[in-house]
């Protein structure tokens, strides 16, 4: 079956960039599918898919859209809304296989808007101005491909025609994939980690997939959180291993690892089963050490790489952060268990280790014991996160729990 990729962006600004991506797109054996949403003069590139049309999919008529105030401001989230809806049809039909897009700030943001509407492995790829800054709320929690326009998107010149060619290529290549899938009725169960709970988090996922279950892990650096959230509010997720909740800490106290209030609120609504631990909430994360605001400085600290550095949390703020992380999950009645590692609650925290403080880690588990709801269990172990007897009790106990749910 022809492969059919959706071009969006604005055709009259955009116009001539876009007829090359699409006489691109159509050399390599694809199927055009132009979705215009420009709102300035006439496209120049003629649309399948009109900017009126869009409008109409949000429910606003484009011409009355256009005299209430022709700002981008108002217009680009109507005009985003519309695309989304017209696209995830589409898609539900089988009716087109990958998009592109590209653009400046405002272009970006439009097709961002939209592109994180789209299913995880759908084939998105956004040439942009922005994409060799910080592109996280561009591409948010969703598989967006980014591709750095080096030059301004004004023109064709012998810099931007190999950037947009390989750009429309990357997307076919993408559609015209034949990717191997397993069907596989086993639950879901979800990993959190980070590198410094990884060796314990390997164990749990190895127990956990021998007992018959399918395991997805999640890098807990604040957008990995937010993605198995994600799934769980889509239904995918059977049960949660949350061995690694630091970004509620680094939400907390602002460190580049931060996740949304929503965090940890999810499973308990829905009634996911989980077990709970406080991997790494000894640590919070900034960039090289000139980066650390002034009142963390002084601290234990450690360099996890040359571009990040973990400071050592102190017991005022895991204090803090049990009373956070009870408040959060006692109105939930999902089935819940937590596991505390004394020996360490990272492979930094370990005796020995460079985040060493096990007086501060004893303040969280008292006020975890008086926070939390008095119906949900906490084993304390005389073990670090990284063992594997420890990894082992939380896997199987996870596992009675779903079971018991299924």
């Not at 079956?1 to 959706?6: L, R």
């Not at 589409?90 to 990958?98: S, V």
């Not at 997307?171 to 009725?185: D, L, N, S, W, Y």
């Not at 002084?298 to 956070?324: C, F, I, M, P």
Request: aromatic share 4%; net charge neutral.
């Amino acid at each position: 079956m022809d492969k059919k990729i959706a071009i969006l962006g604005c055709m009259d600004t955009k116009g001539e960039e876009y007829s090359y991506i699409k006489r691109h797109i159509e050399k390599a054996g694809c199927k055009t599918l132009v979705i215009d949403v420009g709102v300035i003069n006439p496209p120049s590139l003629l649309p399948d898919i009109t900017r009126e049309e869009v409008a109409e999919a949000a429910g606003r008529d484009f011409d009355k859209l256009i005299s209430e105030g022709p700002t981008r401001e108002k217009i680009s989230p109507v005009m985003a809304k519309g695309a989304a809806v017209i696209l995830k049809k589409h898609i539900a039909e089988g009716k087109i296989h990958g998009i592109i897009s590209c653009g400046g700030t405002q272009g970006s943001t439009l097709a961002a808007i939209v592109m994180q509407e789209l299913p995880v492995g759908f084939p998105k790829v956004m040439v942009s101005t922005m994409a060799s800054g910080n592109t996280s709320n561009l591409v948010g929690i969703k598989d967006i491909t980014m591709m750095f326009s080096v030059a301004d998107i004004m023109g064709l010149n012998r810099v931007t025609r190999m950037i947009l060619g390989s750009a429309a290529g990357a997307v076919c290549g993408m559609a015209q994939m034949k990717i191997e899938q397993v069907k596989t009725e086993r639950p879901l169960i979800a990993i959190t980690t980070v590198g410094i709970t990884t060796p314990g988090a390997m164990k749990a996922r190895e127990i956990i997939e021998a007992a018959g279950f399918e395991t997805i892990v999640f890098h807990a650096v604040g957008t990995g959180g937010r993605a198995m959230e994600s799934l769980m509010k889509e239904g995918q997720i059977n049960g949660v291993l949350d061995l690694a909740t630091i970004e509620v800490i680094q939400e907390m106290l602002g460190g580049y690892l931060a996740a949304t209030p929503e965090r940890m609120t999810i499973a308990t609504g829905l009634g996911i089963p989980q077990v709970i631990c406080p991997g790494a909430v000894t640590c919070n994360t900034y960039g090289p050490p000139e980066t650390i605001p002034e009142k963390f400085r002084g601290r234990k600290q450690v360099r996890h790489s040359s571009l990040y550095t973990n400071v050592r949390t102190n017991a005022d703020e895991l204090k803090k952060l049990a009373k956070l992380q009870a408040e959060r999950v006692n109105p939930g009645r999902a089935p819940i268990e937590w596991f505390i590692p004394m020996k360490g609650f990272c492979s930094y925290s370990v005796e020995g280790g460079p985040l060493y403080d096990p007086e501060a880690d004893k303040v969280y588990v008292e006020t975890l014991r008086s926070e939390l709801r008095k119906d949900i269990p906490i084993y304390i172990r005389d073990l670090d996160i990284n063992s594997p007897a420890f990894a082992a009790e939380t896997a199987e106990h996870l596992i009675r729990m779903v079971k018991k749910n299924l």
